[in-house]
């Protein structure tokens, strides 16, 4: 599992169904090419720092095409805060 | 704006040099009746809720010994007041033998200026007052650069005729109230009744208080005051607790989330969805013109990411007792509607909701959008429906009738 952090969440990706993905709409998908074909399958195209701070806006373009063209190997994990009494 | 309750209000009145009557907050009846037993005189006992003509509703009860304490505090956490749960009282020496006067402070949108208003007829409605009598109420424009001098404030109470032994203190009340609303950023303040007694002086009886929450962040000292900086007339429940700790930290956007009823107990509520003020509180109007009742009031607008639209859907889908979801904005130039669309999929994708999802987005690349949702619906089974300007809001509520309609005949809910 490849893991890329955003700014209030995370994008898993997980390699092995991006194997058998030959078009990987995900990475034609963001807007600011944030993703990138790797020989392991979908990795990230720049360094994490950059990405959580200002490339990858949270846009949900990649893991809709993803789960949409793709073979759902990609997906945001986005928490709810939790409250306290 | 964030309403404060009146004894978060009190406390920061007594931080500026104002009276307040001796009192704690407490929780219990038992903490109740410990404080009136060691007052002469009697308590007051006020529920803490934001609801207005809390009064006039049984929120506020004045007992003469600690036995008759302990029953009106028990009515009070027991019954509550007007639907409002009271879970703290504010339980306070009463004030004898006092003048009731009032002060206030709001902002007077068609002059940009916070306007003071006094008057000797304190303790009653001052709206009703303004009508019938406005005579006795006194209001000095102030302007923020200068402030309210003690010269100034000498001069309005002097026309406003209140009793020349008080003048002088009253006076400098006024300049240590303005200082407090000047100093916490607030939209409104007021005192009502403010006591005049001769054994006590000048004592706030009560405090109204609301904070510009886009002020909020200036003041870390409030925050141990205020849960969530926005105008709600009930205490936050636990959703609008979430909501806050997503829109607290992420400033992309905006998202309000406001739960207008907290148990649903009947038929024809829906979680409703707006983006930008106007059109969404039309929306809503046009909801109820069709028989249908909003459970919630949520915006997310000013261009929120993909990921805020999504927790706030979630949030709404997670209401319990909801028949249906419906997300309207109209006109909007400002945000991608892939984006926002995008989000509400994540979101219905994820809970898979038994009830009918409706969207009327009507914008930039709604086009887009709305073939994303055929698409995505299609694929994955999802009740969810996108209309654009070829349908009106008034349209779509009758179709959201209709499927609510279909989906009970189906036995779901």
């Known amino acids: 599992m490849v893991t890329i952090e955003t700014l209030t969440g995370e994008i898993v990706i997980d390699g092995l169904r991006c194997k058998s993905c030959p078009q990987a709409p995900c990475v ?5 090419g944030v993703l990138q074909c790797t020989a392991s399958g979908v990795g990230p195209a720049h360094p994490a720092e950059e990405i959580k701070r200002r490339l990858c806006v949270e846009c949900l373009a990649c ?3 993803c789960h949409l063209r793709g073979e759902e190997g990609l997906s945001i994990d986005l928490p709810l805060p939790r409250a306290t009494a | 704006m964030a309403r404060l309750f009146e004894h978060q209000g009190k406390e920061l009145l007594r931080r500026y040099g104002l009276n307040i009557p001796r009192g704690q907050v407490a929780t219990s009846v038992g903490e109740v009746a410990q404080f009136a037993a060691g007052i002469a005189g009697g308590v007051v006992i006020k529920a803490q809720v934001l ?7 049984g929120g506020i009860k004045i007992t003469d010994t600690a036995e008759e304490s302990r029953g009106a505090a028990s009515d009070l956490f027991t019954q ?11 339980v306070e020496e009463r004030i ?17 200026r916070p306007v003071l208003m006094i008057s000797p007829q304190g303790g009653e409605d001052i709206e009703e007052l303004a009508r019938y009598s406005p005579d006795l109420i006194g209001r000095i424009e102030i302007d923020y650069l200068t402030g309210l001098s003690l010269d100034r404030a000498r001069q309005a109470v002097k026309e406003i005729e209140f009793p020349a032994d008080i003048a002088e203190s009253l006076a400098v009340l006024l300049v240590k109230f303005w200082e407090t609303f000047k100093k916490y950023e607030m939209t409104s303040l007021e005192i009502n009744p403010l006591f005049s007694s001769s054994q006590r002086g000048l004592v706030a009886g009560d405090c109204k ?25 009930h205490a936050p429940t636990e959703l609008e607790k979430v909501a806050w700790l997503v829109e607290k930290d992420d400033y992309r956007g905006t998202f ?28 809503m109007d046009k909801l109820k013109r069709l028989g249908l009742k909003a459970a919630c009031y949520v915006d997310t607008s000013g261009n929120p990411p993909g990921s ?3 927790r706030a859907v979630k949030l709404i889908l997670s209401i319990p007792g909801i028949q249906g979801y419906l997300c309207f904005s109209d006109a909007v130039a400002s945000q991608d509607l892939t984006v926002t669309t995008r989000g509400i999929i994540k979101a219905v994708k994820e809970i898979r909701p038994d009830f009918p999802a409706i969207i009327r987005l009507v914008g930039y690349r709604s086009e887009e959008a709305q073939r994303l949702v055929r698409e995505t619906a299609e694929k994955w089974g999802l009740n969810l429906e996108y209309y654009g300007h070829e349908k009106s809001t008034l349209w779509c509520i009758e179709r959201m009738k209709t499927l609510i309609g279909d989906n009970l005949r189906d036995g779901n809910h």
């Open chain 2, 308 to 310: 805020k639209v999504y």
């Open chain 2, 80 to 90: 509550g007041v007007a639907s409002n749960p009271v879970d703290r009282v504010l």
């Open chain 2, 256 to 283: 309000y989330f406001s739960q207008l009823v907290e148990e649903i107990d009947e038929d024809g509520y829906i979680g409703y969805h707006g983006g930008g003020g106007g059109g969404s509180m039309a929306g």
């Open chain 2, 209 to 233: 208080a609301t904070v510009d929450d886009y002020a909020f962040f200036r003041h870390p000292e409030l925050e141990e005051m205020i849960d969530i900086p926005r105008e709600f007339s």
């Open chain 2, 96 to 112: 004898l033998d006092a003048a009731e006067y009032f002060v206030g402070i709001t902002l007077d949108d068609s002059i940009k």
């Open chain 1, 63 to 65: 893991e809709i095409i």
């Open chain 1, 28 to 32: 034609g998908a963001c807007p600011n």
């Open chain 2, 51 to 57: 609801h207005t003509g809390r009064g006039k509703k």
